[in-house]
């Protein structure tokens, strides 16, 4: 009896297995073919050559940034002051910078790897190589984008925690140097008319002017975009203050003493008074605000201090402002002229000199001038200028302003301000003839602020 039977009936079993080797070979040679494209999901490839452990936790990877990314774009869609508060806070904006670290050194550990494997494939010719070198362009891609979000979100979230307070959290400083702290924490406003006071400084780099050199209340409804601006002039005499003020013991019949009591003075002497407003870094800021809502008849919850020389730097960083200038404008001498008439570009520096200007030119002029500076700037501020010069405008903003927004209020605000774009910025000057400033008509005033408001 012959026993080759056993030997006859292994054998299929040893071209079965050949067969799914060769299978499993040219399905490996593929995947190989297709790993530039299958890195655009990172740990596709790896769970597609069978291994499972790094193939899941790279596509997990993929998931989470996918989703991060999906969830923004339809908090925008849905609802754009969503997205807005999202990376105008300091918290979401840590998130976005770790998520998009993690990620980035995630895919690029996935890119390297599949990149060593499809090079010690066993194949001829040179085609592994230029493969590989396509999955390590595709990684580098998403390496480079993960970097730039983590990078400029890095950026915006120093800037937000430097300048803007916490909602519910007092902590931190305006400046570490001069030991400024963030003011006291407010709820932020989320709809109907925020008014904000804007008081523009000129003192130059490193120290704040004694007085505010323009005096604005920018008044926005969060709702339609609707923008106010409305102009006190800086020379306001017997302005009276708020209820509940601190100067109504001082100055219970206003701030009246003559030439030596204008409104911008109030600056100066909170700030050497720093016990009239315990809880506040800036008490001049203050001070103005008490006055300015006694004389305008409105609640002003928000207020920014902002320096000319800001303006100089904001300016420069998005390339100018288009401005149209109907006289030559003279220099002190009276003989030089320091901006030419007529519509051109201006610079920082060429719309500061314009600004600050004094050669036949009276304080209401000086204010106009200034406004017309700060409605370009707001106007013309281009969102692609922006982008590109994102890390001058934050290092601008940061060092030379001041402000108690919360940052719970950022999306609605710059949601409002999206929307103002195009529409016509109504103004109001409580200014000579129709207003004295050296005995201001507060009733009449109120009026015009309501009717302002109104339209």
């Given at each position: ?51 499972r ?89 998403q ?45 932020p ?67 009246s ?32 605000r ?55 570009t ?95 008509p507060i ?6 602020v309501q ?5």
């Amino acid at each position: 009896m012959s026993a080759p039977e056993p030997e006859a009936a292994a054998e299929p079993e040893v071209q079965l297995t050949r067969r799914e080797l060769r299978k499993g070979e040219l399905s490996s040679r593929r995947v190989m073919r297709l790993a530039p494209v299958a890195q655009l999901l990172p740990g596709l490839a790896q769970l597609l050559l069978k291994q499972r452990v790094i193939g899941i936790l790279g596509l997990v990877s993929s998931a989470l940034g996918l989703a991060g990314l999906v969830t923004l774009i339809l908090a925008f869609i849905i609802d754009r002051r969503i997205g807005l508060s999202w990376v105008t806070q300091e918290r979401p904006l840590t998130i976005i910078v770790i998520v998009s670290l993690v990620l980035g050194l995630a895919w690029l550990c996935l890119g390297i790897h599949l990149a060593v494997k499809v090079i010690r494939q066993k194949s001829r010719g040179s085609s592994r190589i230029w493969i590989a070198a396509l999955v390590i362009l595709v990684t580098l891609v998403q390496t480079l984008v993960t970097g730039g979000i983590a990078y400029y979100s890095n950026l915006q979230r120093d800037f937000v925690s430097k300048l803007f307070p916490e909602s519910g959290n007092s902590s931190g400083f305006v400046d570490d140097a001069l030991n400024i702290p963030m003011p006291p924490p407010k709820e932020p406003i989320l709809s109907g008319r925020v008014n904000i006071l804007i008081l523009g400084g000129d003192a130059g780099e490193g120290r704040w002017g004694l007085r505010p050199d323009s005096i604005s209340v920018f008044s926005i409804d969060l709702n339609t975009g609707k923008t106010t601006i409305i102009g006190v002039p800086r020379n306001m005499q017997r302005v009276p203050f708020v209820s509940g003020s601190p100067l109504w013991g001082p100055f219970p019949d206003g701030y009246s003493c003559g030439p030596s009591c204008l409104i911008s003075y109030l600056y100066t002497y909170a700030s050497g008074r720093p016990g009239l407003y315990p809880d506040s870094p800036q008490p001049g800021v203050e001070a103005t605000r008490d006055a300015v809502e006694g004389v305008l008849g409105i609640d002003i919850p928000y207020a920014v201090l902002i320096d000319m020389q800001a303006f100089e730097e904001m300016i420069d960083a998005i390339g100018g402002i288009d401005m149209c200038i109907p006289k030559d404008i003279y220099g002190d001498n009276g003989t030089t002229i320091i901006v030419p008439s007529g519509c051109s570009t201006l610079d920082g520096e060429t719309a500061l000199a314009y600004a600050r200007a004094r050669h036949d030119s009276d304080d209401y002029n000086r204010m106009t001038k200034q406004r017309a500076i700060q409605e370009a700037l707001i106007a013309q501020a281009d969102p692609f200028e922006v982008l590109q010069n994102f890390q001058k405008l934050t290092a601008a903003g940061a060092k030379y302003v001041y402000t108690d927004i919360p940052q719970g209020g950022l999306g609605a605000l710059i949601d409002a301000l999206i929307r103002s774009r195009g529409q016509k910025v109504q103004t109001l000057e409580i200014v000579p003839p129709n207003f004295s400033s050296i005995h201001p008509p507060i009733q009449k005033i109120h009026d015009a602020v309501q009717a302002a408001l109104s339209k």
